[in-house]
């Protein structure tokens, strides 16, 4: 996925996952004006216009590496956050899409470093990464934990370390 964005002044970050059959953006964000915000959602592509009181309009427009189910995509605005999920059109096709430091890495190399036995559990999974980390990865695993509570776990040491991370506070029930 190749983007380009302008950024506000209170920095509005985002985040990915897939499954098999959906992408899913997530946009974290507080006080995001629905009515003056506008996605687009197209088979080969994603537009975002963001608009928040007080700040300039957050705009990302992105080709996507794969073709989605315009009709079946959606998006919903929450208080602290704009999720879109985009559904594959072709369930079951991994689209290759970057970190937010824009380096590929490949996750199912990681995870079969970490012996069968110990799979199961994520204490062990969160502790081969850390140890099979570089020492940036490392900086930024305890910076976000530490100062989230721990409900915030980062391997992006460039997005952490100029600044504070925030708590994370679910707004669902």
């Not at 952490?160 to 029930?173: I, L, M, P, Q």
Request: net charge negative.
């Amino acid at each position: 996925m190749q983007a380009s964005m302008s950024r506000t002044e209170e920095k509005i970050s985002y985040d990915w996952s897939q499954t098999s059959d959906a992408v899913l953006l997530i946009f974290r964000a507080s006080k995001v004006v629905k009515s003056g915000s506008d996605i687009e959602i197209d088979k080969s592509s994603v537009d975002v216009s963001l608009s928040r009181p007080d700040c300039p309009d957050y705009v990302m427009s992105s080709r996507l590496p794969g073709e989605v189910n315009v009709r079946s995509s959606s998006y919903t605005f929450y208080s602290d956050r704009v999720e879109i999920r985009l559904v594959k059109a072709s369930p079951g096709e991994e689209w290759r899409l970057p970190d937010r430091s824009g380096t590929k890495k490949d996750w199912e190399k990681i995870a079969s470093t970490i012996p069968d036995q110990d799979k199961g559990s994520i204490d062990h999974v969160l502790q081969s990464i850390y140890e099979n980390a570089d020492e940036d990865t490392r900086r930024a695993m305890n910076k976000s934990m530490q100062e989230s509570n721990g409900t915030v776990l980062s391997t992006d040491w460039a997005k952490v370390a100029s600044g504070r991370v925030e708590t994370y506070k679910s707004t669902e029930s």
